[in-house]
Each structure stands twice: as C-alpha cells, then as structure tokens.
C-alpha cells in the first residue's frame, strides 16, 4: 500500500522560500511522483511531476520558482518554492501513480498523502 506523508508547511513571507518534503514508502507499484495545490475555493492543480529516471515537467504554476526533486532511493520527494507570493497560498499534496509517461492530470493519480498546508500573507 502506497503511502505518502508531506511536511514542512508553514507560513512564510512574500518574497521567501520554503522546502516541502514527501516521505513515501511501498512505490513498487508507481513510477511518477507530483505536486499539487490546491488554494481555498479553488480546484487542485498540478505543480510538478517527476519520473524514476528524473526527468521532470512543470505546469504553469511551477516554472520559474519551483523545484522538484527526488532523493537517490526515491523515498523522498521534495519541492523547493523560492520567490513566494500569496498566490501561492494553498495545500499541498504529493502524489504518486504508474503511466506510460508521467503526466499531470490531477484525476488520474490514485495515492496521495494528506497534504501540508502553505500560507503565504498578502
């Protein structure tokens, strides 16, 4: 059973950075890793999704001051968020799935851990 925990929410001001991290145990069934968000009265969106041999792709939201990665033994999914601004007051929720090519298609990720919280104030 997939299992998926985030951490390292908190509030931050605008302007700073904050490294979110993903602990995941029993991946055998998966082999692409994403971020989500989802921000208060709005749908969750993609962030970033990672692939087992690295290669990553970012939505919209992502690029420019987002990072994905992923640690050696691919336990650990971290996104490091530079340049905050209140947009990007959200959950986060990491997720893990098995395609044919990594994608970012929020409906089709079936494990996703419970999410930590990212408040940024305006």
Do not use: H
């Amino acid at each position: 059973q997939v299992q998926l925990v985030e951490s390292g929410g908190g509030a931050v001001q605008a302007g700073g950075s904050l490294r979110l991290s993903c602990v995941a145990s029993d991946l055998s069934s998966t082999n692409c890793m994403g971020w989500f968000r989802q921000a208060p009265g709005k749908e969750r969106e993609a962030v970033a999704s990672i692939d087992v041999d690295g290669t990553t792709t970012y939505a919209d939201s992502g690029k420019g001051r987002f990072t994905i990665s992923q640690d050696n033994d691919k336990d650990t999914l971290s996104l490091q968020m530079n340049n905050l601004n209140p947009d990007a007051t959200a959950m986060y929720y990491c997720a893990a799935a098995r395609f044919y090519r990594c994608e970012l298609d929020v409906s089709r990720y079936p494990y996703w851990g419970q999410g930590t919280q990212v408040p940024v104030p305006s």
